[in-house]
């Protein structure tokens, strides 16, 4: 396994990765371990087809759905009472 030195960390980003860390029962090089792994997931051609399959059955479902200015305005009044 290779090795790295990450330098010049900010203080409140080491802080936060350590209490990361420790919330989740893992010392601080696996946390960050973790963070990497997280960060350079790619999608699978797989997850974007089923992605574009829920976005399509979304569009149909709403389709029939026409909004208008006021109405967004109106509803956008009546969520922020």
């Known amino acids: 396994m290779a090795t790295i030195t990450i330098k010049n960390i900010p203080d409140d980003i080491y802080t936060k990765i350590k209490l990361q860390a420790k919330a989740n029962h893992r010392s601080l090089n696996s946390e960050i371990i973790s ?25 149909e479902l709403t389709a029939h759905y026409v909004i208008n200015d006021e109405e967004l305005t109106r509803w956008k009044k009546e969520g922020r009472k």
């Open 35 to 59: 963070i990497f792994e997280h960060a350079v997931q790619k999608r699978t051609p797989e997850d974007v087809k089923a992605i574009l399959e829920r976005a399509r059955k979304v569009r």
